[in-house]
């Protein structure tokens, strides 16, 4: 009987590539260096093994794709806090594994049982929007709103959320964000967790006794949040505020190439990209407010008005369109770099070359077709219009194009050459569309004129500066 | 791939439909006699209108099917309504709050409550009534007799009406010495049917412990319940003498309406926004509907105070308990008509006067007589133009024109 085990790739590999090696699973390329995702057991011929970005894998778990993974505690507690009836359950703790998910916001905005935002909703920010949500309904929050995002959340407060929801070290990392820990949700120690499934028909009973010992004693229910009904205050903006231009510019990869765009337009800008992780870069730009955020939250944080301007790309502002289409967000200027292609994916033995070929390849032969995606919504309209007949959108945080084909039968991914695709042995049968960088901005008229004014005048300069640079 | 349903979600059959539509039809003309008006509400509300705190209980805000919207940007979602009276109040404050008059609505609604178990029980539907704007034992009076009425006019004469009070509640947790927090706390896993915060109560204040062991544990039948009780109490505090008051008011005149009744202290519904008297009715040992007083969920969702109470009835479980066999259309009020393509006119004509006569006419396909149909109805453009069979005697007549055929299908 074929055993499938989902295993972390990150702040977990190490210790358990440690525990597994000690408990003998014989899984020898799980380890910082491996190349392939998929593994295979020496000593046990009917384990599989696959490595996963952590937070794929309780999703991975309970659609049943793995029988057992090992994750976070804070990501089976963000997994089940929306799908409390899910497959997916605790088998033990494991003992390792530093952290936790802590709640936490700006000094001074929270004060005897009262919070204060700037809008009709309190904003929290966080990786972890279901544990979020559960949060704000247990505080009784009367208006709220959530904004998932990719990271970087404690780049958010004061300004953008007035709570984020942080996976952190310790409460001593949250003071060093400059924020004030409202308490601990949720543990991020590793545990093994498993499909109910798996376990009510499979004999997993020589992978768990290899285990025995091992568990430290744990305490998943060290969730110390003193949870009591915060009510809400509006203050009111002065405004000064409301004439500041709120400009988002992009972490990660990216950054080289901005700073080259805003060297050739002769905009001064301090720490960007950032050795020391600062979110705030000060510039030349007169009036004008720079946070470092990902890019892929950037459409929703322009749509929502918690910035004017931002610089993403044009795959991440397609899918918030698809999620969204009434939304006020609009692409202002191409940058012209970061040109990738957005392509629906297939393995090479597929009988389809075609999206229209797969469509009736789908028909014939029934099922759910999985898509696996970054980009959800895309993905969802991808398979909606093209009629794939029943299908699922597997969500995942990267290396996508590992899940075909035991895992996904679809992928809808960026590619710049099609290398990775092909090296992976598959195949594209469509182009979506092509992607660039962009700035973004809000159809929404400004209550300050002033702010207008910059906008412009910095939109204007940013196309001048892409004319010379051709 | 076999279409299949959403799990936790049903279709209704044509029986089940109708017995579905014979339950609302009774609710909706009893209520009607009430002078209540039907409204209704959308499906889809903001999330932020249940959240409101002390409308709906933290257990029942993590079962709400909650989502973002087409335009649902700002991070701010919705819901399928997960209850109806919260609708019904927003209705009421943002259209006939300035009509300074009480005002009576009903509806016919579903609501939407995750339920892991997975059933058919999603999706519920329930008729409901409203008063908002009057504030008097009378008041709550009448919204009893409503749906005892109902429930009567249903062919569901056997039931058992349940009645507890949530200020009285409140009054005497609060005269434990319990801080609003932990009050709230109490309340709500008490209204979630948990009797084991009073056990760890009595414990630690036993003082009032046989006082309100017998409150809980006793079903009163009578006024005199509810005075032995007030006399076994402390109502020296302002709350507790005003709850006992505005209860015994209501249980009189409930008394003297006739109505068969139990005091049960216990009987709760998983809501907190209840603020006064709280029914519940049983048929077959099922509860099929309750409601109560809400005098601060108006204030709390914006709106100016205002004294309010309501109802639900549930229908899904009301509709397995009526009899529709009167509902039923006899055979003999069938009629299966076969009408040549030529001679379509003269037979909608026909068919026309059977069915103002209220027979139910359907069309032969192919010639095939239609199911469960009494009468045999041709048709044809040459003669005979108009024949008439009784599928129960096997007799069939020629008739002249359409009178003459309506006559003969009409008489039997």
């Known amino acids: 009987m074929n055993l499938r085990v989902a295993l972390p790739k990150g702040r977990l590999l190490a210790p358990t590539a440690a525990l597994l090696d000690k408990a003998g699973w014989g899984l020898e390329d799980y380890s910082e260096k491996a190349r392939l995702y998929r593994l295979k057991s020496h000593i046990y011929p009917e384990l599989t093994a ?26 089976l507690a963000e997994y089940t806090a929306r799908f409390p009836s899910t497959e997916l359950c605790l088998l033990r703790e494991l003992g390792y594994g530093e952290g936790a998910v802590y709640a936490a916001a700006p000094p001074g905005l929270i004060a005897d049982g009262v919070i204060t935002t700037s809008g009709e909703n309190v904003r929290i920010a966080s990786e972890y929007p279901n544990l979020a949500e559960s949060l704000a309904l247990a505080l009784r929050l009367r208006r709220f709103s959530i904004y998932p995002v990719w990271g970087a959340a404690d780049a958010y407060p004061p300004e953008n959320a007035e709570i984020v929801l942080l996976s952190r070290r310790s409460e001593a990392e949250i003071a060093s964000a400059g924020l004030v820990s409202l308490g601990m949700l949720k543990t991020a120690r590793a545990c093994l967790i498993v499909n109910r499934k798996s376990l009510s028909k499979k004999d997993l009973s020589p992978l768990l006794d290899s285990l025995k010992g091992t568990a430290a004693a744990g305490d998943s229910s060290a969730d110390i949040f003193n949870l009591t009904a915060l009510a809400q205050r509006k203050r009111t903006l002065s405004e000064g505020d409301a004439s500041v231009v709120r400009l988002a510019l992009p972490d990660g990869h990216q ?30 730009l007169e009036g004008f407010a720079i946070t470092v955020i990902r890019p892929q939250d950037m459409p ?49 033995e597929v009988l389809a070359d075609t999206t229209a070929e797969l469509s009736d390849l789908r028909q014939r032969e029934g099922g759910a077709c999985r898509i696996a995606a970054e980009y959800v919504n ?11 007949g029943a299908y699922r959108i597997v969500p995942t945080w990267g290396a996508t194009e590992a899940y075909i084909p035991e895992d996904a039968d679809v992928l809808v991914e960026n590619t710049e050459t099609g290398s990775t695709i092909a090296r992976h042995n598959l195949k594209i049968i469509e182009t979506l569309f092509e992607s660039t960088a962009c700035i973004i901005g809000s159809t929404r008229e400004s209550q300050s004129a002033v702010k207008t004014t910059r906008i412009d005048a910095f939109v204007e300069l940013m196309r001048r500066t892409m004319d010379v640079m051709g | 791939m076999r279409t299949q349903r959403c799990k936790g979600f049903g279709d209704l059959n044509a029986q089940e439909m109708t017995r579905f539509r014979s339950v609302e039809a009774a609710f909706q003309e009893t209520a009607r006699g009430y002078g209540y008006s039907e409204v209704r509400t ?38 399928l309504k997960p209850d109806a009276t919260i609708p019904a109040a927003r209705l009421y404050i943002e259209q006939l709050a300035d009509k300074g008059q009480p005002a009576r609505l009903s509806y016919v609604t579903n609501t939407f409550v995750f339920d892991a178990a997975g059933g058919k029980n999603r999706e519920r539907w329930q008729c409901g009534a409203e008063l908002i704007g009057a504030g008097s034992a009378p008041a709550d009076a009448e919204l009893i007799n409503l749906a005892c009425d109902s429930l009567k006019r249903m062919g569901i004469g056997h039931y058992s009406l349940r009645l507890s009070h949530a200020g009285l509640i409140r009054a005497v947790l609060s005269g434990l010495g319990l801080s609003a927090a932990e009050q709230h706390a109490a309340f709500n896993r008490l209204l979630d049917g948990d009797k084991t915060v009073f056990a760890g109560l009595t414990a630690q204040i036993p003082g009032v412990a046989e006082a309100l062991k017998l409150m809980l544990e006793t079903r009163g039948r009578s006024v005199g319940f509810l005075k032995n009780l007030q006399s076994l109490f402390d109502d020296s505090a302002p709350d507790m003498k005003s709850a006992f008051t505005d209860f015994i008011a209501t249980i009189e005149l409930v008394e003297a309406a006739g109505l068969d009744y139990e005091i049960d202290f216990t009987a709760g519904k998983g809501f907190e926004y209840y603020t006064g008297f709280i029914f519940r009715l049983f048929a077959s040992d099922v509860n099929v509907g309750g409601g109560g007083r809400y005098d601060r969920l108006v204030g709390m969702m914006g709106g100016a105070d205002t004294s309010a109470a ?10 397995a308990l009526v009899n529709i066999d009167r509902l039923y259309i006899p055979v003999a009020q069938r009629v299966s008509m076969d009408i040549e393509p030529s001679a379509m006119k003269a037979g909608m004509e026909v068919a026309d006067i059977l069915r103002r006569l209220e027979f139910v006419v359907l069309t032969a396909f192919c010639g095939n007589v239609a199911a469960d149909c009494g009468w045999d109805v041709k048709v044809r453009a040459g003669e005979p133009q108009l024949s008439v069979t009784n599928l129960a005697t096997g007799e069939t007549c020629i008739c002249q024109n359409s009178m003459e055929l309506a006559t003969i299908v009409g008489l039997g």
């Open chain 1, 300 to 348: 929703l944080q322009v749509a929502a008005g918690n910035f004017d301007l931002a610089i993403t790309g044009r795959d991440w502002l397609t899918d918030h369109h698809y999620q969204f289409p009434g939304s006020p967000v609009k692409e202002l200027l191409d940058l012209k770099y970061g040109r990738v292609r957005i392509v629906a994916v297939v393995a090479n």
């Open chain 1, 255 to 284: 950054q080289a190439h901005v700073r080259k765009i805003l060297d050739a337009a002769g905009v001064m800008i301090e720490e960007y990209p950032s050795t020391t992780g600062v979110r705030r870069p000060k510039s030349s």
């Open chain 2, 310 to 319: 309501g109802f639900g009835l549930y229908i899904d479980r009301l509709s």
């Open chain 1, 378 to 388: 895309i993905a969802d309209y991808y398979a909606r219009t093209n009629r794939l």
């Open chain 1, 50 to 75: 696959k490595m996963f970005q952590e937070k794929d894998i309780p999703i991975q778990v309970a659609i049943g794709n793995y029988d057992m993974g090992v994750c976070g505690l804070d990501w």
């Open chain 2, 42 to 79: 959308p499906t889809l509300e903001y999330l932020h209108l249940f959240t409101s705190a002390g409308t709906l209980t933290s257990g029942m805000l993590k079962r709400v099917y909650s989502f973002l919207d087409w335009d649902g940007w700002s991070g701010e979602r919705v819901v």
